[in-house]
């Protein structure tokens, strides 16, 4: 997603770099390839022209400042408007004042609303809240078994029609929906509705009625980002058939040119608040503008990955672990938590793409191996506890071991233990030099 727009766009300000003063006509060429950019990226019309004319207009008046260069400058001002056109600040969730707070969704068939309903449900789950998914989808078949299947998955129930009924009334499973919510103190409630497969009038008038029904605190449009510009149409269609408070952009991790994204909350003036990126229900989040627009400037995501961190790694032992670090008391063991840690993060490959000038390294990154950190793990774990603690006690006759129980060559147990003492040693200096950790590593 975004790439080709990000890399047309990060060649367009380039072309900038290294002069000491922009003249009218540099920034008129600028705006005229970022124009290609987004164009060719399916962004809306109007949504290009607009932000073309704040960009050179705020380019051109740009105050010489003596912190930027005036690339630096431009760079600036595109992304400060992307993060406009993409909202401007996080939206957050509207919960009610008196529980349940009700989230309707909305869109067409093959949005991803289903997926989308469990993914929410889990995240909500996550932070503590209690949330009841309603099945109002009657229309498609398996639609409510698929809900079911997503709610189990999330370990979250869900309330549907019973079986034999006929095809039955979503109003009334709305209704009755939201009855049971406040029965069983579910503090939110999910409603998923039908989908269509295009914009048709019927099915318009069934998803009013039911938001006349449960009175919604949240209404969110679901739409899939691979659509382009279809994507603008269908919105202003159900702002204008049913409204709603929020989009979901869902399959951003698919081939799409990222169009959509950038045309949905300026034409139809609201906000996204989620970004869903692949088939698992873990693969969703809040959506942030700023990090998104950093993101398509190839500038990076950084926060998201300091985030991702944070969930990954055990504070405490990660703390044990910086401790230990000056102290030349590092062992093995730790250093295969720390490992272990970080690939909870996801592919390696994955977690350095996010990092600022990622765009340029697209082909390194692809060959980034992870099967070179599983011998690493394997090696480590071929040793006892003993070895783990102190690797010095690590002889030539327990490499061997080590390496036929571990399926590597002894060179490849010698490697890593050099290292080891290397990066030990050198991390014991550091924390001598900075003063932290009360190593007094200098002296070795
Ligand atoms: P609904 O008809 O709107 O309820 O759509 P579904 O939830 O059934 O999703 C349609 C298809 O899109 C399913 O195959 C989902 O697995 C897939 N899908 C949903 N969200 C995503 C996403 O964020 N990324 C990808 N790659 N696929 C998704």
Redesign the pocket.
């Known amino acids: 997603m975004f790439d080709t727009l990000s890399d047309r766009l990060t060649s367009a300000l380039q072309s900038l770099r290294g002069k000491g003063k922009l003249t009218d006509a540099d920034i008129d060429a600028t705006a005229r390839e970022i124009r290609i950019a987004l164009l060719e990226a399916d962004v809306a019309l109007p949504v290009v022209r607009e932000f073309i004319a704040q960009i050179k207009q705020r380019a051109k008046g740009a105050e010489v400042s003596g912190a930027l260069n005036p690339a630096q400058q431009v760079i600036k001002i595109v992304n400060e408007e992307l993060i406009g056109i993409l909202g401007g600040e996080t939206r957050r969730l509207t919960l009610a004042k008196n529980p349940p707070t009700v989230i309707m969704l909305a ?10 309903a469990g993914k929410l449900a889990m995240w909500l789950k996550k932070q503590g809240h209690a949330p009841l998914l309603v099945a109002c ?1 009657l229309q ?1 078949p398996n ?1 409510v078994t ?1 809900l079911q299947v997503v709610g189990e998955r999330a370990g979250v129930p869900t309330f549907a029609p019973e079986p034999g009924n006929g095809v039955g009334d979503p109003v009334d499973v709305a209704r009755r929906g939201i009855d049971e919510a406040k029965h069983a103190q579910h503090d939110i409630v999910i409603v998923d509705t039908a ?1 269509r497969l295009g914009v048709d009038e019927e099915l318009m008038r069934q998803a009013a009625d039911i938001r006349d029904a449960v009175r919604p605190d949240e209404t969110l449009f ?1 739409v899939d980002a691979m659509i382009g510009q279809d994507a603008v149409a269908t919105a202003e269609a159900f702002r204008d058939g049913v409204g709603f408070s929020g989009v979901v952009l ?5 081939d799409a040119r990222g169009g959509a994204a950038l045309s949905v909350r300026q034409v139809t003036g609201r906000p996204i608040l989620f970004a ?4 698992k229900l873990e ?1 969703f989040d809040t959506f942030h503008p700023d990090r998104m627009a950093s993101r398509i400037l190839g500038m990076g995501d950084l926060l998201t990955l300091i985030e991702q961190a944070e969930q990954a790694f055990d504070a405490e032992q990660a703390e044990k672990a910086a401790a230990k670090l000056g102290t030349g008391q590092l062992t093995l063991e730790d250093f295969l938590q720390q490992m272990l840690a970080i690939r909870k993060m996801g592919p390696i490959g994955n977690l350095l793409g996010m990092l600022p000038g990622a765009g340029q390294m697209k082909d390194q990154l692809a060959q980034v191996d992870d099967t070179q950190l599983d011998r690493l793990q394997a090696i480590i774990r071929g040793m006892t506890p003993a070895e783990r603690d102190d690797p010095k006690i690590i002889n030539g006759s327990r490499r061997q071991r080590i390496a036929l129980g571990s399926g590597v060559t002894v060179r490849e147990v010698n490697d890593l233990v050099n290292r080891f003492f290397e990066a030990r040693k050198m991390m014991q200096q550091m924390a001598g030099r900075f003063g932290f950790g009360g190593g007094g590593g200098s002296k070795s």
């Open positions: 869109g067409l068939q093959g949005s991803g609303k289903t997926t989308l989808d498609r639609a698929q989908g679901v869902t399959k951003l991790d698919g869903s990126n692949g088939e693969d």
